[in-house]
């Protein structure tokens, strides 16, 4: 047995299911083209491909994807293609190796339980075991993705409800997930235990939404209901909605606190706090944790810029839009080649020189990953004649890997992983720098109030799952490379 | 588990794998590119897709397909794709319906026995279900064929060797298969036991070449070293040939005798008889059956050349290719779409009006199998100014379905079928029709030198191998519409 | 001659050449990456399709150019294919019936003047005039562009030099043109007398760079030198810079004042005065003139950021980018379709619905031109639980058409036009609207300082340059439709 | 003056424009359908793109082309773009450096005279003379062919009728031409003042057609009404056909011989002599010239298939098709690249080696050129086991370059331009040789009955039209290298 895993190692690699965006439409004529504009909303989780689902609940599940934006994905013609009243849809980001159509998502297949079409956001941390002991029983894997194996698993429940079958395989599986799964008649929704990423169900005319964020639900004219909470299941179908799994007590979530400081949209809500909102309070925050003499506050845009208006606000500084961001180019952050991040780093911001010319700055980001291009800007702030640069992050330093869905890269790259804040600050150049603490990030983020837990395992290292670090960990570590290199 | 049975069968239509071309390259750093002369040579046995899988032995296995011809698909970009020194490729025609990328050959999977690349010229009469019974086990398919089943049965076979795995799944699939399998290390064929469909073995330099047809060897200057024999499986590996399983006794053999009549090219050689002197054999055995007074024997082009050179030749006639084709079409035979086909039926031929005038005419085709362009080709004839136009037809006359590989219509839909042949021939609006008879049609075909068995089902209805009809019939009966309609 | 104009005038619709960017290279070994990169800084200034030619000065010139985004069109491989230390470079916006590659540029001819490269932003108001002059001389045209026209006046140049040959061509141009020529060894540059578009000029390494805006050469390191001024024509030769004709006197330029207020890119620097500091000092004017009690001023980003800032500073009350933009759609200004324009007003900007609740929201705009989206987004405020909201615009209503390279609608399109601005704030449900007059919009552009003269017919009416009412305007305002939709 | 003209010369190669088909369609509401099928007949005439123009006399011309055969160019979606009752339609073949659209015919233009649309066979022989004249005087050019000089003259008779305007053009033009000119309201069509390349007219309908070759009014139900005769210029309006400059004397004409040998289609009738007729007694001409003892004749097919039944029939030798063509490809007349043609070198025709075992063989061929392939050829049949091989040729030696639209190799390429007859048959290792000659080749088509005169220059040398030999030649000879080479 032990040989034929190895067998598959040396073939597959499987790829974590990172930093993706996921919506399911229940019971409305239009169900593809709401889904399709409820990606768009949700385009800044995954800018690599795009896909969705469909069923009219009596004919064979149609499906479209492709690489690519949602724009460039969905038009007339691909939506005419996708009639049905019941759609999941999904946006990906992934690493360079699998940046192909084959492990694009939604995942349809037939099976034992009838036709399923899954999308997922998360990462699943024993995939590589559960695939291993599924082909050791005679399957065959389409993807090379960890989502996959959440449907050989339902697979292998013949004569069990899909119900059943989906309660089944989610107690097999460890990791992060929100889950939206379609089956003959209904959609399936699932988030993890820890609740690590989010996702939130709406009400649609007479049916039903459900988004990774809030900003979908706006878009659509659709009202917001509740959160899925951690922890638990519910299907929708005729007779509306069903809890199938509890939640867990809210104590032990876990939900990552990075969507507060930069992946989540502005203008959504996330456990009833807004996310514009918690981000001016950072900055609030940060300066009474870090307060500088200064004659200007400047945002790094677009992701610090709630985060400098409230470190503006409290210290009392003037604020400016000094640097220009050129919005042709994609997030950085998720450009996948070594090619086009490159080209960013020269060209995502412009400096207004005449801004800063003979002025102490203040500049707000809302985290620095490898250092690179906060340094260039500082050097950028100097040659445009700014006296003083002082540089303020409105989380922690970013010290350890994500294995729960944001691909950040190796540890070892890391610049605080690999120096001390006061020689961050002298490598920067900068005049001073100031990080936010974890009791500050809590507090903007709510969790005082709404009582929720948080995963801060990038800034701790404290892993509420633990994963494979055998079988698995050199499999995810290399696949953990050239990411979040401009940062 | 009925239920669950019929449950897939309202999702998944399972394609026949129908008139399909394979090759294998074991042992040659080029085998990519003599794979791709290989189908060239191959393309008139599948026109919409082509695809090629090749290994190094030691790196995962590189595919390349798409739809489209040979020439199309394959350029110096693609095989660049394509290294290594094995190799299985594949040509296919397929139904409208299923004329997609997914269903394109060769299918290559990871399981337990590793990877594996197959290519597959028949039709797995049993397929719907086997893959009932293993999606009822937990399978997950990728395609709608029925040449994916035999990969699924031998992934089944945990801990056995792909030798071992690849004759047990052969031992639970009935019909009609010519394969070629490329594993890690070794390429494996095998002909199903009655032999339906060709399958040839050659010497390519250091290394091994197999075909559908020897008029692939010919053009890769591979030397031709014998016919895989009906029901024997060998393996192709470091070591040379190995024969895997024995073959069947040359009196149960039933090959497809339309293959010798139409489907092969005629410079192939199939069982020691040459194709083009068959044809001729079967014009020389019509004249002697149907003799006739006339001044002049034309051809159908091309299928129908040598059997009216025969004609000619042995009633002392002249002979003239007063029809003209028009080569920039495909063969009429092989396209899927009604569109194409009505314009084909326009455009195909040109009759040479003043190669005609006047005189006593003798059509000579290969077959009838609508009878709508055949009628079409008389009125053509007399309005040129012909005395007088007699259909000959080196084949007796369609009446029944093909369930091992060649896609004629329905049989509501054959001619003869439905009309006794005095009918046909006031129907076709002939002075006089004449079809060859089985025992001539043996006759040339050499049956009584070689000893070899035939299926003659499409004239006949003897079938060799049972099929299914209770399952199995409703859905193959479903998918043949719109075949052949030009003939 | 004048029945030979009208056969023309039936035929051809010739697109006035709006909305554009250029950029210029001599002397740089790497000259169409940076011709790219350049592109790329001005590609708000036009985004529909894309074009480079350059030249090594012995072979014949190369070009490259599609439809699409400067990221879309140029890659690696289409960079390899533009070798040559010349290069010129061009983004465009037009009309829907003319968004095709035919009329994109550069345009590249072979004439007497050997091979010439043009690109061209402005509008020629005698473009139909000097068209039919031309055909009725036996000339015949490529495209349907404005820009063409002086190609061929250069061509009847036979035996002239081509600075001889452009600087006659431009005698018989009138109207609007920044213009950037490649010819076999030298470019040669050009703004027309009343200097309506921006053209700069900077030393590049070795050699020099053109560009529309400043923003660009920031981008490539290139150092600024000074601007092009209104009515001088340059050329660019291994001698260095050479004047071919002196500009004409400062007070008679009639710069668009529109590019300060929205056109331009905020860190471009257009006759010594930084663009985003002249719009927060329109900010600053606006609030001085239109005063109001209220708790937040938002932007309408990103056009609006800079004069809320402004207005918010100078009215000492808070600031918050309530308004989220939805970066995956390109500026709405530009978007040329229904379809997308539709899509947009929907999409392109969400409200952050926590931030304004129970407040008195200022809301600043660059401009209003239908008013549709303007009094969407107030509806969307109240809705939000905006209990006042006041809009302030940062320019005079718009009136009347721009004849000199800017796309607004029909002037019976243009809010303002049709309403006095009273019933304009009952249109949009405003509890107050207060637009900025002339002069303090030429203050904030600091008029009074470089003593440059402005073009202001958009607010006023008072054209520089006269058009051929007759001829040109029907067609001009055939052409003149569904633009600016959006607005 | 004369330096200008060569300045253009260094830049601009002026392809000549060979081997074409034109078609045309006057009065029939499904132009664009009918002139498709036209050149679907005439696909042997160019492979390499395809178009066609439309108009219903009252819009805008309409016009699709691109690289392509007919069958990939116009679908219903690209002929739903070309309404109208007039069509002018292009199949073009060109050397490999304009292989590109830009030169794809029809060439569209509005100018002085209006919308006009050109299709052109043939071969302009003062083309780059009359180009650097018109560039000379002004005129800017869209492509590299020689065929729009004839607009570019047309566009400067200002003010005269399109008829008095094309008359005048082709009084200017010197060469090979069989032109169709679409204007506004008619249909216009010429013949060069020798009649190199055919032209036919026909009724359709209540309409009008024309085509290069009576093959493609078969094709439409077309009734053939006659020739257009050499030095003809005729229009097509609502009146009916109008003759605007009669015939020259049919003594005076050079009509193509090779047309009758290999380019045009079996199934055509020129000047009243069917092409399969005319080859079939070829062959009969040459079993008399050059009678051999012998058990078969075979084909080079397709080309030789009808003078090789002529040669059987006349010398009483069996005939058999033991060369077998691979119909996947094209023409390798006509196959541009080298990678290609190499390709079908190999690939293009296989041996039924059975068929020629221990037989004493004639192989007839309707022409050698650079005898690669046929050397090659004859190889194969030792190989197989020929007796003897003896080569007989349709036509005399090719010695000589053709200046009226057939793209021969250069003539130092020519097998007989460099070998006497006896050392071709060494250097083909044939037992014999025998090629027809000029006089055997007249009366095969029909000289002594119809009058006809014909051009034999690439036998004889003899030029019925001088070509400028200093400027003209050199560019010509640069152009014509790398063709034919597969012959």
């Known amino acids: 047995m032990r040989s034929t895993v190895v067998r598959y190692q040396s073939v597959v690699r499987i790829y974590p299911g990172e930093e993706c965006g996921v919506v399911a439409v229940y019971g409305h004529p239009n169900a593809a083209t709401l889904a399709t504009y409820g990606l768009y909303a949700l385009q800044h989780r995954g800018e690599e491909s795009a896909g969705i689902a469909t069923s ?66 998360g990462d699943i941390v024993n995939a590589s075991h559960l695939r291993a002991r599924l082909e050791g029983r005679g399957s065959i894997f389409q993807t090379t993705t960890d989502s996959e194996v959440i449907l ?27 889950l939206v799964l379609m089956a003959k008649d209904k959609i399936l929704a699932a988030r993890d235990p820890h609740g690590f990423r989010p996702l939130s169900l709406g009400r649609l005319e007479d049916g039903y939404f459900l988004a990774s964020e809030t900003c979908a639900f706006d878009l659509l004219h659709a009202q917001f209901l509740r959160d899925i909470e951690p922890g638990e299941v519910i299907s929708l179908d005729a007779d509306g909605v069903h ?18 400081v930069y992946f989540a949209r502005p203008d959504s809500t996330i456990h009833g706090i807004n996310v514009s909102q918690a981000r001016i309070q950072m900055g609030r925050e940060l300066a009474r944790l870090h307060p500088v003499e200064a004659d200007l506050v400047i945002p790094v845009p677009d992701s610090g810029n709630y985060a400098a208006l409230g470190f503006a606000e409290e210290a009392g500084v003037a604020f ?30 412009n400096l207004v020189q005449e801004s800063v010319r003979g002025k102490r700055v203040v500049v707000v980001d809302d985290s620095i990953v490898r250092g690179t291009t906060a340094r260039a800007r500082v050097a950028n702030l100097r040659e445009a004649g700014a006296s003083e640069v002082h540089i303020r992050v409105s989380c922690p330093p970013h010290r350890f890997a994500c294995h729960y869905g944001i691909d950040f890269p190796d540890p070892n790259s890391l610049l605080a992983n690999q120096l001390p804040v006061e020689r961050i600050q002298s ?22 109030h709404s009582g929720m837990g948080f995963c801060t395992a990038c800034f701790t290292g404290n892993y509420p799952v633990a994963f494979h670090r055998g079988l698995y960990k050199e499999i995810l570590e290399k696949n953990q490379t050239a990411r979040l290199a401009a940062k």
Chains 1, 2, 3, 4 share one sequence.
């Not at 013949?158 to 997930?177: H, I, M, P």
């Not at 809890?243 to 507060?260: D, G, H, K, V």
Request: charged share 15%; glycine share 8%.
């Open 152 to 178: 050989h698993l339902m697979a292998q429940q013949v004569g069990k409800s899909v119900e059943q079958a989906f309660l089944w395989a989610l107690d097999q599986t460890e990791g992060a997930y929100s």
């Open 427 to 448: 490598y920067l150049n900068a005049d001073s720098i100031g990080y936010l603490d974890i009791a500050g990030l809590l507090r903007a983020c709510g969790s005082q």
């Open 320 to 349: 400016d839009l000094a640097f220009v961001r050129n919005h042709y180019i994609g997030r950085t952050f998720l450009q996948p080649t070594q090619l086009i991040r490159d080209f960013n780093v020269r060209i995502k911001l």
């Open 243 to 260: 809890r199938l799994r509890p939640p867990n007590p809210i104590e032990t979530s876990a939900f990552c606190i990075f969507e507060y």
């Open 56 to 121: 009219d609940g009596k004919h064979p599940f149609r499906i479209q994807k492709a690489m690519g934006l949602v724009s460039q994905v969905f038009d007339s013609t691909s939506l005419a293609a996708l009639p049905g009243q019941m759609a999941v849809g999904h946006v990906r980001y992934s690493t360079t190796g699998s940046s192909n159509l084959t492990n694009a998502q939604p995942i349809a297949v037939v099976c034992s339980q009838g036709e399923l079409a899954l999308a997922h956001n």
